[in-house]
């Protein structure tokens, strides 16, 4: 599921005798960035061009050298013990995640946090993340701590709901306080009274603004919540 022309740019690179990207870019007759640019199939490069620098791969026969190849792997934490895949909320995220990260020419590997916890505490890094190329984030709460992690071995990371105030990471987070709110304006519209609120821990952000927009909707409403 990797791109072929990406793959032969590694072999080429790495060539320093016949069919190195210098030796095609001389046969071909065009700069070595613009062979760069075709093997790694970047845009702003002529067609004409494109085509002619394939074409001459094509006729060399080139075999890339599949010892140099290094497959892109997106790493996805979570607490999988407690959260199970089969789960409709993690099974429908998992679901997106893959085909976004499959449709970029990479993997999804699916890291258990505590993984993490157990190879920081014996080796001070997390080995595993040494193989990765990006990480997405879902469960524990992404705070400073994994923070200095991923910054350390220099990884892309986006996180997902789960993330402490503050934290200079990119972050895809639900608009939990609307949706709480709309659901309870729902019920309220088909003449529910005694509306509960069932959301796990109020230390995680998420829950914490569903049971806020519970309440603001209850008290627009003029119904009491009983604890």
Request: glycine residues 6%; proline residues 3%.
């Amino acid at each position: 599921n990797y791109d072929i022309v990406t793959e032969m740019s590694r072999g080429i690179m790495q060539k320093k005798g016949k069919n190195s990207i210098r030796e095609i870019s001389k046969a071909v007759n065009v700069s070595i960035g613009t062979v760069s640019r075709v093997l790694n199939n970047k845009p702003d490069v002529n067609p004409e061009t494109r085509e002619r620098i394939l074409g001459y791969l094509q006729k060399i026969n080139y075999q890339p050298q599949m010892l140099s190849f290094k497959p892109h792997l997106i790493g996805v934490v979570d607490t999988f013990k407690r959260h199970k895949l089969g789960s409709y909320y993690l099974s429908n995220i998992i679901e997106a995640v893959d085909e976004g990260i499959y449709s970029f020419g990479c993997n999804t590997v699916i890291i258990h946090s505590d993984l993490i916890e157990n190879e920081f505490n014996e080796f001070g890094q997390v080995r595993i993340f040494n193989r990765l190329d990006g990480v997405l984030w879902l469960e524990p709460k992404f705070n400073e701590k994994y923070h200095r992690i991923v910054r350390k071995h220099n990884l892309p990371c986006v996180v997902i709901n789960n993330c402490e105030p503050d934290i200079d990471v990119d972050l895809v987070e639900s608009d939990n306080f609307s949706v709480a709110e709309q659901a309870v304006e729902y019920l309220v519209n088909h003449d529910h009274k005694a509306i509960g609120f069932v959301g796990g821990w109020l230390n995680l952000t998420n829950h914490k603004d569903r049971f806020a927009g519970y309440k603001k909707a209850m008290a627009a409403a003029g119904l009491s919540i009983h604890k």
